[in-house]
């Protein structure tokens, strides 16, 4: 009985002991769990954030560049007999500010870091460097923010700001983290994925206090962060800086194109603001100052604006006429000028004639041949017919949808189609004098700025048009493949010739002011209707009138005649990026004077 007893003690004992064994073994070998948390303890991993691509304009002149700056991290759970009142005073807070900082980290977690306090200047990182041994718990994560060489293209270029909750949410790739900085407009945000690189990992050895003691296993588990792909622009640096001048103080845009490629040579929005107003610990006090301006400078009137054309639109009603064949270049057609309001005298006209004067009559006419070519005896039909037809070669120009420029947020316009005039006036129910005023370029029809500018370049390039963009180069790429695919605007060839050479006599007879001596330029100018106030001042050219060089828009709300402020725009800047130079002193003051109301100057 005793002797039984020893054996099931020993026996106790013995599977007591194997269990330990197996315990033991199972955490020091197979388990890492213990492992992890014994080595979290003398390991502090550090993300290493990638360099943003850089900008660059078309002649390798850098546009955005990078600063460094730095975020104070937290990890609430080491933060042990903290002296407040020292590191609020090197940081410039308050002890409620810090404790609501502190309460924020503890909320996200207590065991890893989180932001404490963003966004630290160079400077501002130096006279804290060496304190940091003196706070347990805090340390730094390195960052950079961009920068700019000249405080331009605002609109364009964009900003990056810190990713929001809802962004993380809508995040596919699971590449951001709380915390992260992501473009969020202009080319920031259309090229963020190039952009942004890669980020790094390193890992440090820490003592019990915290203190950095070298890189883990020499660095062995590091992994290297990889700079985004830098830009190169299709912007002309000098041209941008003097466009931007010359529309100061007045709301409006401007758009250069090149017309062989697409390449956007300048594109101003005015008002705008400093980009560099949207860096830093600022950001969110001067995004809320801009924000409510009445004249909304984040507005990127360029793409986002949509205004009827005017008289700048009569050169497309020309060349449909042509094509449709209810024109002739050949016709004299007397207009006596009671359909339509006119600042062209009744008499007879030409196309070129018609063009030169801008004669409201001769296009209203003009666009009723358009839309009742007699397809059916019901003028209804007839005219719904007509206008479908119409409405298929102004949309081959590129209106009515978006161009697809690579900036976020680009509005299409507006071409009414006989659906549209259905829903207001029903079925069958209207007829051409419903629509007559988009003869002219008024009525319900819309473009934005850039189409204007298209406009030009398809005229320049004598019927076609490459996508407009503003990068050319993406790291060792050239640019998307989408920018380099013609479009046709669906006009014979043969069309164009007669209307430029209107358009030639229209800078020379009415936009005097845009004559550049040496320089043909070919335009048209336009006076938009406004019923809010002074009407908007519209032109579009292309220059030399052989090899263009260089297609424009320019708009000027509120500024009149469009051969007085947008034309003389337009015809500084063409010298400028032909020549290199303006050699028309006069007329740089009285764009800069911007007294356009004032007919005797």
């Known amino acids: 009985m005793i002797e039984g007893r020893k054996y099931v003690i020993q026996a106790v004992f013995l599977i007591t002991g194997i269990a330990f064994l197996v315990k033991l073994f199972t955490i020091q070998v197979t388990d890492k769990t213990y492992a992890k948390a014994a080595t979290d303890n003398i390991i502090l991993p550090v993300v290493e954030y990638p360099y943003r691509g850089l900008i660059f304009d078309r002649n390798g002149e850098l546009i955005v560049y990078n600063n460094p700056q730095f975020d104070l991290t937290v990890i609430p759970q080491e933060v042990k007999q903290l002296d407040t009142l020292s590191i609020c005073e090197i940081l410039g807070l308050t002890r409620e500010d810090f404790k609501q900082r502190l309460s924020a980290a503890r909320k996200y977690s207590y065991v890893k870091p989180s932001p404490f306090f963003k966004m630290i200047s160079n400077q501002e990182f130096g006279k804290i460097q060496d304190k940091l041994v003196d706070y347990p718990g805090f340390g730094i994560q390195a960052r950079t923010s961009r920068a700019y060489a000249h405080p331009v293209l605002s609109n364009s270029l964009g900003y990056i700001a810190e990713i929001s909750s809802a962004g993380l949410r809508q995040d596919s790739s699971r590449y951001y983290r709380q915390g992260d900085y992501i473009g969020k407009s202009g080319l920031e945000l259309y090229y963020e994925s190039q952009l942004r690189g890669k980020r790094g990992i390193?890992?440090?050895?820490?003592n019990v206090r915290g203190i950095e003691k070298g890189s883990f296993e020499d660095g062995e588990f590091d992994t290297i962060p990889i700079p985004g792909q830098n830009l190169v622009s299709?912007?002309?640096l000098r041209l941008q800086l003097y466009a931007e001048?010359?529309?100061?103080?007045?709301?409006?845009?401007?758009?250069?194109?090149?017309p062989a490629t697409g390449e956007i040579l300048a594109i101003v929005s005015g008002p705008s603001y400093d980009p560099g107003m949207m860096v830093g610990r600022k950001y969110s006090s001067n995004f809320s100052l801009i924000s409510r301006d009445s004249l909304n400078p984040l507005f990127n009137r360029p793409v986002m604006a949509m205004y009827p054309p005017g008289s700048i639109f009569k050169i497309v009603q020309s060349l449909i006429g042509l094509q449709e064949n209810v024109l002739n270049v050949n016709e004299t057609i007397y207009i006596d000028g009671r359909n339509i309001g006119d600042h062209a005298p009744p008499g007879y006209y030409t196309l070129h004639e018609a063009i030169r004067k801008s004669s409201n009559n001769y296009f209203f006419m003009a666009f009723r041949r358009m839309i009742n070519q007699n397809l059916n005896a019901n003028t209804f039909i007839d005219s719904r017919l007509g206008l479908d037809n119409w409405k298929s070669h102004v949309m081959s120009f590129g209106f009515g949808a978006p161009l697809g420029i690579d900036i976020p947020n680009e509005k299409g316009g507006f071409i009414p189609g006989s659906d549209y005039y259905d829903k207001i006036y029903g079925h069958n129910s209207w007829k051409f004098s419903t629509i007559s005023s988009l003869s002219i370029g008024q009525g319900e029809m819309l473009l934005s700025p850039l189409q204007m500018a298209n406009l030009a370049a398809i005229m320049a390039?004598?019927?076609?048009?490459?996508?407009?963009?503003l990068v050319k180069e993406?790291?060792?790429?050239?640019?998307?493949?989408?920018?380099t695919e013609k479009h046709m605007a669906g006009i014979?060839?043969?069309?164009?010739p007669p209307v430029i050479n209107a358009m030639q006599d229209v800078v020379t007879s009415t936009a005097w002011r845009a004559v550049i001596r040496d320089i043909e330029i070919c335009g048209k100018t336009g006076t938009a209707e406004n019923p809010h106030g002074e009407d908007h001042s519209v032109f579009m050219a292309f220059a030399p009138k052989k090899n263009p060089q260089i297609a424009i828009s320019v708009y000027v709300e509120n500024s009149g005649w469009g051969g007085r402020a947008a034309a003389s725009i337009a015809s500084l800047l063409i010298e400028t990026y032909i020549r290199g130079n303006i050699t028309r002193q006069w007329l740089e003051d009285y764009v800069l004077k911007g007294d356009f109301a004032d007919a005797t100057q």
């Open 245 to 258: 001048k010359l529309l100061k103080g007045k709301v409006g845009s401007v758009v250069a194109i090149e």
């Open 461 to 469: 390039n004598r019927g076609y048009y490459y996508t407009p963009h």
């Open 234 to 236: 299709t912007i002309h």
């Open 474 to 483: 993406i790291g060792d790429y050239g640019p998307l493949s989408k920018f």
């Open 202 to 206: 390193s890992y440090k050895i820490k």
């Open 492 to 496: 014979d060839e043969k069309h164009f």
